[in-house]
């Protein structure tokens, strides 16, 4: 069965840091690009990162040199190494495949506010 569990959110203030941690079962993980997605209030769910089995990565501009994702897929365990946040960075982040599937975690939230 198909699991993914996001954790690591909180609240920062501006130009904080955090790190996100997304524990998924062994046949997703291994198999396919991941990635992490976002929704803020009000809005549609976004794209944020993904990252290949083979390590590649792409960003999306709102993120470049501010976000890294990567993996280990001896811990089946993909993270978002956040840095320099800013208030509109405040949303549930998710991680699914890319393109992503139909099964969702329980995300976590993310709030950058002083």
């Known amino acids: 069965q198909v699991q993914l569990v996001e954790s690591g959110g909180g609240l920062v203030q501006p130009g904080g840091s955090l790190r996100l941690s997304c524990a998924a079962s062994g046949s997703i993980l291994r198999a396919n690009a991941m990635a992490w997605y976002r929704q803020a209030p009000g809005k549609q769910r976004e794209f944020v990162a993904r990252i290949t089995s083979g390590g590649m990565t792409n960003y999306a501009d709102s993120v470049k040199g501010r976000f890294t994702i990567s993996r280990d897929n001896a811990k089946n365990t993909v993270y978002l190494q956040m840095n320099s946040l800013k208030p509109e960075d405040t949303a549930v982040y998710y991680c699914?495949?890319?393109?992503?599937?139909?099964?969702w975690g329980q995300g976590t939230q993310v709030t950058v506010s002083s």
């Open positions: 699914n495949k890319f393109p992503w599937g139909p099964i």
